[in-house]
């Protein structure tokens, strides 16, 4: 049985609770990281705890918890579950104020709710599926115009996924206006003649901890990085295609609607990227 954290108490999970009138329940109305764990260390803290300071402010939510402290409670779940890889999923949400109501109250009024638990996932870096690649499917991205907000608003990209499922594929990239915008829950590119391609960074799509540091590696690597538009048609002719975040790290795909992306097996930049991401992250960790 997992240890969790609700709070300020650390509890059994079958013994967490929050309120019924808790507006992240009620409105989708709070936001989340997840930090992903290997050798019992935190892989970019740091990012994830400045990327969530940005998501309060966007939605007018006073910080109920200091970076230091969100630190020693990370590190204090690791110990008490005996995580050596895996992940921490942190949500801070505006609390319960009372009854429901659209309306919210003014920032720090009503205490927030915070909660963090952990997941055990042995083998998350050498991940077999890294070694074969994912396919995907294309679907409409219907979500709302804050995309870079990490909020806890999840149906859509839960349903893409599913969409996925039933079509035999992993995962789904989503796309507006002929472009790809982002995964379901990751950042999408593209290599062409060696030149690794991703949307740059604007309201449309997160911005990711494991992207911003994939491609300062790429850089440093003497990879060439542009960040623009793509679309579909691009993807499809493209020499190799990956996808990163927290808990994949880098992953390449090798199908995209059924068709094949280059050779159709992992290329050459996607397994190089992973490898530095996983070496240098793990230099750095905490």
């Known amino acids: ?7 300020g108490e650390y509890l059994p999970e079958t013994e967490a609770k929050v309120s019924i009138f808790d507006r992240g329940f009620l409105m989708a109305d709070g936001v989340y990281e997840v930090t992903s ?8 803290f740091d990012g994830h705890a400045v990327r969530l300071e940005r998501s309060l402010r966007a939605l007018e939510m006073a910080s109920p918890v200091t970076k230091d402290a969100l630190l020693e409670i990370h590190r204090e779940l690791v110990r008490l579950n005996g995580i050596d890889e895996g992940m921490i999923y942190l949500q801070i949400t505006r ?3 009372g009854d429901r109501d659209f309306a919210f109250p003014d920032p720090g009024r009503t205490p927030a709710t915070v909660v963090l638990f952990t997941q055990n996932k042995p083998g998350l870096a050498n991940n077999p599926v890294a070694k074969k690649g994912i396919k995907i499917i294309s679907i409409d991205d219907i979500r709302w115009g804050r995309r870079d907000i990490k909020t806890v608003q999840l149906l859509y990209p839960s349903m893409g996924k599913m969409m996925a499922k039933k079509a035999g594929a992993d995962d789904a990239w989503m796309v ?6 982002e995964g379901t829950s990751n950042n999408a590119y593209i290599v062409k003649g060696n030149k690794i391609i991703t949307r740059g960074l604007s309201h449309d799509i997160l911005h990711g901890i494991t992207r911003a540091a994939v491609l300062r590696f790429a850089r440093e690597a003497q990879m060439e990085v542009e960040e623009r538009n793509f679309t579909l048609e691009e993807a499809r002719e493209a020499d190799e295609a990956f996808v990163t975040s927290a808990s994949t790290f880098v992953m390449p795909v090798v199908e995209i ?6 050779t159709g097996a992992p290329g050459r ?5 992973r490898e ?5 992250s793990l230099k750095t960790a905490i």
């Open 269 to 273: 930049v996607a397994p190089r990227l």
């Open 176 to 181: 507006e206006d002929g472009f790809v915008t």
């Open 37 to 44: 764990v290997l050798g019992g260390k935190l892989i970019d």
């Open 257 to 262: 609607d059924s068709a094949r992306i280059g």
């Open 1 to 7: 049985m997992r240890t969790v954290y609700v709070n």
């Open 276 to 280: 530095i991401y996983l070496e240098e």
């Open 95 to 97: 609390g319960a104020p």
